[in-house]
Every structure is written in C-alpha cells, then in structure tokens.
C-alpha cells in the first residue's frame, strides 16, 4: 500500500488551517499504531505554538518546510531565546532536527506547509511537555507573548 499527496491537497490544507480556530491544521500520513508519526502541517501567520519540548518520552522531531517561511525559535531552560532559525525552501535553510528535550516553538512568517516526524505513539498528555514559562493557547497574554516573540525577530 501506499499514500501520494498532491500540491492540490496541500493548498487544501492552508485554506483550511486559515479557517481554523488555531490557524493551523494537520494532514497525518500515520495510523495511531505506526511507531512514527508522519504528517504535513499547515501554519498561518498568527497561529500560537505554546514552547514545548519532547522530553518524556524523549522524542526527536524532525521539520522540514515545504513552502512559505517559518522560524524556529530555541529557548534555554528559563525561556530566553537561545536562537532562531529561519526555514524556508527558497532559503539557507529548509530543515531542523531536534534532539529531545530541546526547548522549541515555531512561527508561521508567511503561509507555510511543513513536513514533520517523529517517534510514536501520540498520547496527547505526554506528547509535549509545556513550558511553564510561557502562556498558554487561546489566551490574551499569549497572543501578547506571540507578537513579542516576533518584535525579537
């Protein structure tokens, strides 16, 4: 067996993550019982993703965009950024692979289709460890936290 995804389904994913409520939206590739997860992950400019680590279990994640641009941003263990890391494929860099436990968080700079994977299973509560010292989603100091992570841009 075997799956193909088309330009088309991946347009179809940015109007959709565009209408969503956390602009963003994914396609998996993956069943829930496949030991890695594979999915495509569409980002639009103003979407939160709270900083997060994979740490217990410890997972790698892997990221590659596919189109538009998007940075990662690195924090140490207080939540000051280490660095930043601008992926694009008209870009230096069209990929990041990070370790576990590696604090991170990603912006959408402009519409963007990323390619991710990373170790099974997804249990929603152990997925991602929450950094304490950011705000979390859906709330008025992390859209205030969002836009001054991209004042330091």
């Known amino acids: 067996m075997y799956q193909t995804t088309s330009q088309n389904d991946l347009q179809n994913l940015l109007v959709q993550a ?10 998996n ?13 569409a980002l639009i400019p103003g979407t939160y ?12 994640e892997t990221m590659i965009v596919l189109s538009g641009k998007m ?8 939540g000051n950024i280490k660095e930043k890391i601008e992926l694009s494929p008209q870009g230096q860099r069209i990929s990041i692979d990070l370790a576990p ?19 099974c299973p997804y249990t ?23 836009e001054g992570l991209l004042q330091k841009t």
């Open 18 to 27: 565009r209408t969503s409520p956390r602009l963003r939206k994914n396609l």
């Open 29 to 41: 590739l993956h069943q829930i019982t496949d030991p890695v997860q594979r999915f495509f992950n």
């Open 49 to 60: 993703v709270r900083p997060h680590r994979h740490n217990s279990p410890p997972k790698t």
């Open 71 to 78: 940075l990662v941003v690195l924090f140490d263990e207080q």
């Open 101 to 119: 436990g590696v604090w991170h968080s990603v912006l959408a700079i402009e519409p963007c289709v990323v390619f991710e994977c990373k170790q």
């Open 124 to 146: 929603p509560i152990t997925d991602k460890d929450f950094a304490s010292w950011a705000p979390e989603e859906n709330t008025t100091e992390s859209i205030h936290y969002l």
